[in-house]
């Protein structure tokens, strides 16, 4: 009845801002309509999309972290009643959510080209084009990753599944936040990223919300445990929100002045709910959750606020979805946008120079959101260890800073503009993020830091300790942790990328080039960690066959470089032709001179990697010697006592069988 009420509520709000703001009324006159039905169906159909959706992330995620139990074993049991429960709520929720999403692209495609869903030609001209558009595309794989959900869902109870699919439904949510938006605008990244952390944030919020109060009963006295650990969370999303709220809103609004526009209206509309919801979110953390835990009587206020909070949150959503189908006071297109803006969503830039590499600068928030929390949360961990006394090596601090630095300038700065635009500079951020700031970043030795100051849960749920130990210890990671996969994967994902449609949908789509640049880091850094990782994992190969894997594998990407050298055939020829840079007069040269970088910049992190293994090697055997020379000190050399005592044996033998 509750999650009824709330999709009510959001329906009802989406008609009434749709009507004020006009999001449902027919396109301008001389255009095609797909008809008063489409357009009003499209903001509830995706209110009823984005509450399902949250309701299968919020009950994955009490089944995969949030649930008690005696003890670890307990908690993890397969036929564990709550887990059970909260797996069929989130079976549920996701066959609708995949509905929903299967509808919406329907509904999408009829109003943007136009075409009556009665149209006998409507079927032909969905499915032709269905795959080459990038919201339809990204909604199609949304919707398809929630069946796929639910039908998991619908057979697995363990823990472990409840992880996976967590982390499944929360990238078939991200994939909605990074698309859509006008690629010709100045403004488009922020407002993607921003969208993205924003539908993110959400989701969690209102979805564990919801999923705690429809399964209140199935909590049973559990109840309160999981709502101090859900509120742990919803705190983060509210802070998360709250931020991205505000960059959306700046990339669409010109001044204060704006919010008197029904756009402007609908946008203090959202902001008022979330201010009522933070007020409601600090009593709850302040008064009745830890009231539960005293006196079971006090539920009953916990779940009258909760239930409250659950209508605004539903308000929320019907206002969201109107306001995504409202024009803005500022457009998301610049008219008549340059090649390089229609193209990367960045007007081009000047040709460089040496001071470029200083002063050109162009801020992409979610990696310097990244990069800053990355070292700010390493800086907590170290305080952690120093209040308790414990010395931390400082070249490990030095190394990981530097790595994430880097990683700034290469995102922030004149490798992530020139990066764009030319294959050249391209190919040297490559190198950059997938040879360098890795080798950095593992020596940082992150995941020993956060085993040592993380505090272990007690009470069976899983904490961030226990989902790090967990992969430490997974069956993954001792499948990708072989150095010998990790050498293929490094090597061939550069043949598949280059030499596929993906180079070019990475230079001109958002999340492509987030996709990209998220896959040279972790490919890089699982490379680096197979040689000189120090954190702990699966047992480490002899140094000899490290390098081994080492020359090996950089043969091979000295091969890629020569292959690009002497190719004759332009990567991603669409693109960088329609760019036409000025500064750029020959794109193939450009483009061998970009091979020959990734042939000679492997060479120094080749020779540090190598390097790096044969200190270990090293320190291996210094170490074994000292380890030795102890047990020798113990037991008065006895190793070597029985060794000689041999010896004597074989020579006395051999002095018998001579007489």
């Known amino acids: 009845m509750l999650v009824a009420g709330v999709a009510v509520i959001g329906l009802v709000a989406s008609v009434v801002a749709a009507s004020f703001s006009g999001a449902a009324e027919p396109l301008a006159e001389g255009l095609s309509s797909a008809g008063p039905v489409v357009r009003w169906a499209l903001p509830l159909v995706r209110v009823v999309h984005d509450l399902s959706a949250a309701l299968t992330v919020g009950a994955l995620l009490l089944a995969a972290t949030m649930i008690p139990g005696a003890t670890k074993a307990a908690s993890a049991d397969l036929d564990e009643p709550r887990r059970a429960a909260a797996m069929s709520v989130a079976m549920i929720a996701a066959f609708v959510w995949a509905l929903a999403g299967a509808v919406g692209v329907i509904l999408w495609f009829a109003d943007a080209a136009g075409i009556r869903l009665s149209d006998p030609g409507f079927g032909a001209a969905l499915g032709s084009t269905v795959w080459a558009i990038e919201p339809l595309r990204v909604g199609l794989i ?105 960059m959306a809103a700046s990339t669409r609004l010109a001044g204060w002045s704006d919010l008197s526009t029904r756009y402007g209206v609908l946008i203090l509309v959202k902001t008022g709910a979330f201010v009522l919801l933070g007020i409601a979110g600090y ?16 539920r009953r206020p916990f779940l009258r606020l ?39 969503g960045f007007p081009a830039p000047p040709a460089p120079t040496v001071m470029s590499g200083l002063t050109a600068w162009r801020i992409e928030w979610l990696f310097l959101a990244a990069g800053l929390l990355a070292i700010a949360l390493y800086v907590a961990g170290l305080v952690r260890l120093h209040r308790r006394g414990v010395r931390w090596p400082v070249l490990r601090t030095v190394s990981w ?98 030499w596929s449609g993906l180079f070019e949908l990475a230079l001109r789509t958002h999340t492509g080039h987030l996709l990209m640049t998220a896959h040279f880091i972790l490919a890089g850094y699982l490379f680096a960690w197979v040689l000189i990782g120090v954190d702990p994992g699966p047992k480490k190969w002899s140094p000899i066959l490290r390098l081994v894997v080492l020359f090996t594998t950089i043969s091979f990407h000295a091969f890629f470089g020569v292959a690009i050298v002497s190719g004759a055939t332009l990567l991603a020829p669409s693109f960088f032709t329609a760019l036409d840079l000025p500064w750029v007069p020959d794109l193939l040269a450009d483009q061998r001179n970009g091979g020959a970088v990734a042939w000679a910049i492997g060479e120094l992190p080749s020779l540090a990697l190598a390097l790096g293994v044969a200190v270990q090697w090293a320190r291996s055997d210094r170490a074994e010697s000292i380890r030795r020379d102890r047990a020798a000190d113990r037991d008065g050399d006895a190793e070597l006592a029985a060794y000689n005592a041999r010896l004597a044996q074989y020579a006395e033998r051999d002095q018998r069988a001579a007489r």
């Not at 790090?468 to 996969?485: C, E, K, Q």
């Open 306 to 344: 909760a239930v409250g909070e659950t209508l605004v949150m539903g308000l929320a959503f019907g206002v969201a979805t109107a306001l995504a189908r409202t024009a803005p006071p500022v457009p998301e297109t610049t008219p008549n946008p340059s090649a390089a803006l229609a193209l990367s």
């Open 401 to 498: 800073i530097i790595g994430w630095l880097l990683f700034l300038w290469a995102t922030n700065g004149f490798l992530g503009i020139y990066g764009r635009v030319t294959f050249f500079w391209h190919m040297t951020v490559h190198m950059m993020e997938a040879m360098v700031i890795p080798i950095f970043l593992v020596l940082g030795a992150p995941v020993t830091l956060a085993l040592r100051t993380l505090k272990p849960r007690k009470d069976g749920t899983l904490g961030p300790r226990e989902l790090v130990l967990g992969m430490v210890h997974s069956r993954f990671l001792r499948a990708i942790g072989n150095p010998v996969f990790a050498g293929i994967f490094f090597f061939m994902s550069l043949i598949v990328f280059y």
């Open 283 to 298: 009593w709850h953390r302040r008064s009745t959750i830890e009231a539960m835990d005293k006196d079971t009587a006090a």
């Open 142 to 246: 949304s919707a398809i990753t929630a069946a796929i959900v639910a039908s998991v869902a619908a057979l697995a109870r363990a823990r472990s599944v409840a992880v996976l699919l967590t982390a499944l439904s929360l990238f078939a949510i991200a994939v909605l936040g990074l698309a859509g938006h006008a690629g010709g605008s100045a403004d488009h990244e922020t407002a993607v990223n921003a969208q993205g952390a924003h539908l993110l944030a959400a989701t969690l919020w209102v979805g564990g919300l919801l999923a705690l109060i429809v399964l209140r009963t199935a909590m049973g006295d559990a109840i309160g445990v999981v709502a101090r650990r859900y509120s742990s969370v919803a705190l983060w999303c509210f802070v998360a929100l709250g931020i991205s709220g505000v």
